[in-house]
């Protein structure tokens, strides 16, 4: 519900006399009131009625309430629905409780008691809101140089790094993709004594083998086929400042050697050039394996890897911190709020336990691209569960992690329900493209062909 409006209810009973009843009553109680006779075309409105809560007939003749109810829960999970029927019996309360209803009335309605339920629905938002609020106040007082993190293990680290930045000449970071390595390396920089000069960041699985060494060490004019001038490599420009070598596992031996040379003799030779070049440079490798199994493996040098690992500096999975979940959450949301002019400022109870039963393989990275899409979908000012319902499956899947622990059984549930969901997610997006598969593609994030495979693994092609 939106702060700037009046909770909403709605009523949906065959008898006109009942609606213009609860109409009055309700709306007497500062309710906003929406009427409708029959369930048939609630599928689709829906998600823009947003009723905060509901009331439903029992028997009506074309859409029975339970069946309502069962929508209601599945499209809005966060609306309360209330039940009322002519023959109640304690089975049919029991069954629609066991269906989420919020409780059950029998008619004539017992308008004290509706009073009291319509309370506890306001009630429940208004404490939703206060908390909301409290939320994103403390989520700022956890925030590091870019980094949100309340838990122990983060806010160690956040110590570690203030106390290392001033001195560490160089470090190794490692963790599994989408940890946060790059934003501790710039923490490193940011907060060190070469604050005020540069950053420079490269990727080492982003280099064709052959171009490595030219990259980074340069290379004199003529030293090569295609060396038509002269270069200064990436070492050479960092002078003063850091480099950041994002993936270090992946620098073939050759170069490896070379780095050593740097590190050990602070001295770089263009590829080429007779003679090398004094540098000074802060060295900051990252790496999401085991690098210590590739020395192991004969893959990465063992003197080298000493060398780095003077600091490690570790990060732990999404997975091992989850009480980081809400207040990432609550920063993301923030952030897309603002990018994308949206009154957002929170999650419903619903969604945040979503995000914080999902599996997460691309740790924050993944979480900021749910936050982001759902964003992007939403238009009321909180993130619903359906809102990230809808975009949990549907983001591109991030890069294989590291080898990590067997998922607890908590996650398998979580991938179950993903994939319920993709299906209908698919369907969806269909329907709001009328149909057209490229830009319902583009609408997932998924290629063509991605959908095509999952149009036929639901049997809709
Ligand atoms: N603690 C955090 N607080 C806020 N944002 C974070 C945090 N950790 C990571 N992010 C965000 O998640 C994304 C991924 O972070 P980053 O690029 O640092 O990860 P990485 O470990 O270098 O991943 P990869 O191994 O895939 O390169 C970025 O958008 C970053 O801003
Ligand atoms: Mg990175």
Redesign the pocket.
Known sequence: MSEDRRPRLLVVDDEPGILALVQRFAAAEDFEVVTRTGGHALLTELPALKPDVALVDRNMPEVAGLDVLRMIREVDPDCSVILMTAYATVDSAIEAVKLGALDYLSKPLDFDRLRELLNTVRHGIERRRRLLAVDSDLASRFEFC????RSPV?QDLFDMIRRLAPHARTALIS??????????ARALHRLGPRRDRKFIAFNCSAVVETLFESELFGHTRGAFTGAMEAKAGLFELADGGTLFL??VGELPQSVQAKLLRVIEYGEVQRVGAAEGRRVDVRIIA?T?RQLFDEVVAGRFRQDLYYRLNVIEIG?PSLRERPE?IPY?TA??IKEFAARFGKALVGVSPGAERLLHNAPWPG???EL?NVIERACMLSDGRILSERDVLSVLGAVAP??APAPRPAAPASTDKAREVEAALDRRLVEQVLQQVGGNRSAAARLLGISRRALYRRLDSFGLR
Request: proline share 3%.
């Open positions: 870019g980094m949100v993190g983060m963790g599994e993709t989408g940890t946060g390595k790059e934003l501790v994002d993936e990252a999401n990060l980081d990432l920063a993301f740790n924050v990275r900021r991030c890069p």
